[in-house]
């Protein structure tokens, strides 16, 4: 079993940034590739980006590509998603999820795809 915990959500203005955090902890594996998704009210959940377990591959939804940055900590079982120039409609719950599959064998966008999720944070940009 891998628990999740997201944290870093907050209220910004629009224009702001934050810094989203998700710390893996109990069972390990040799690799897993993470992910980030979200989900405004009303709305389906949606694919933010990815990370290989290396880190050295990325990947995100044309929405957020060259405002948003998924890197990982050097113990490999924390991920980071910087969220810069936000806009209102980044509004959403935020969540961070695992997928024990490697990096180029899965579609990372796809959320039945990840096996293990966290419980979401909150992120509000006001406008």
């Known amino acids: 079993q891998v628990r999740l915990v997201d944290s870093g959500g907050g209220l910004v203005q629009a224009g702001g940034s934050l810094r989203l955090s998700c710390a893996a902890s109990?069972?390990?594996?040799?690799?897993?590739?993470m992910g980030w998704f979200r989900q405004a009210p009303g709305k389906e959940r949606e694919f933010v980006g990815a990370i290989s377990w290396s880190g050295g591959s990325t990947y995100y939804a044309d929405s957020v590509k060259g405002r948003f940055t998924i890197s990982r900590g050097n113990a490999k079982t924390t991920v980071y998603l910087q969220m810069n120039s936000l806009k209102p409609e980044d509004t959403a719950v935020y969540y961070c999820?695992?997928?024990?599959?490697?990096?180029?064998?899965?579609?990372?966008?796809?959320?039945?795809?990840?096996?293990?999720w966290g419980q979401g944070t909150q992120v509000t940009v006001s406008s």
């Open positions: 999820a695992a997928a024990l599959k490697g990096w180029g064998t899965f579609s990372a966008y796809v959320m039945d795809e990840y096996h293990y």
């Open positions: 109990g069972r390990t594996f040799s690799s897993y590739v």
